[in-house]
């Protein structure tokens, strides 16, 4: 299935109480965390957009310049479903694609393959990163007919939760193929370091998490 039919969302919009202030934003390897985040996924999809929090377009606008911006399009913090829910939006805006990518903001390391990874499972459904040992709930591709069915879910309260979604929707999971650590992500300081120890002694490496990959089970 040919990922130019595949737009990609960066979920930048959490509050990231953990860390204080924009996750996003933080030094990260000569630039920032969602520097690294880009370079690794959009070469991956046909166009890119950024999900932020709407109290930080203006730093977000001067830095990305090249990046649509979307804001949560639903009060009283959503979480990554309102993000996702304002990526699908914006998917109607961009011709020729019918999937809609998310990807967090806070994991430097994703796979350099894993749109192509979960497209090898797309039928209806969306699909959902699995890594073995734990669902990565944000790393998913959506069908643009999600769009209406999970809104009104997340409006009416039905849906409050990635894995409430999945099981609405009829999502699958997939098991990726990647390194132990391509899911890492940064939640506190230490968290920072830590991936910046990982990038500075090149200990992230390819080795799969196993000899196969495909659907997991859930």
């Avoid at 643009?144 to 409430?164: H, I, M």
């Avoid at 910046?196 to 196969?212: I, K, V």
Wanted: glycine content about 12%.
């Amino acid at each position: 299935m040919s990922l130019q039919r595949v737009a990609g969302v960066i979920l930048a919009g959490g509050a990231a109480t953990r860390i204080g202030g924009e996750k996003a934003l933080l030094p990260f390897g000569g630039g920032t965390l969602l520097d690294a985040v880009i370079e690794r996924v959009a070469p991956q999809v046909s166009r890119l957009t950024l999900n932020v929090p709407q109290t930080s377009a203006e730093t977000f606008a001067e830095r990305y310049r090249d990046y649509p911006l979307l804001f949560d399009p639903i009060p009283d913090r959503a979480g990554p479903l309102a993000g996702a829910i304002a990526g699908l939006e914006w998917l109607h805006t961009v011709p020729g694609t019918e999937w809609l990518a998310t990807f967090p903001c806070d994991t430097p390391f994703l796979p350099r393959d894993l749109v192509a990874q979960l497209m090898a499972h797309a039928r209806q459904a969306p699909v959902f990163a699995h890594d073995g040992e734990r669902l990565h709930g944000i790393c998913a591709i959506w069908p643009v007919r999600c769009l209406e069915p999970l809104r009104k879910g997340v409006e009416g309260g039905q849906l409050r939760s990635l894995r409430s979604a999945m099981e609405a929707l009829g999502g699958k999971i997939c098991l990726i193929r990647a390194d132990k650590r391509a899911f890492f992500n940064v939640n506190t300081r230490d968290d920072l370091a830590c991936a910046e120890e990982l990038a500075r002694c090149g200990a992230f490496n390819n080795a799969p998490l196993s000899p196969s990959g495909g659907e997991g089970q859930g």
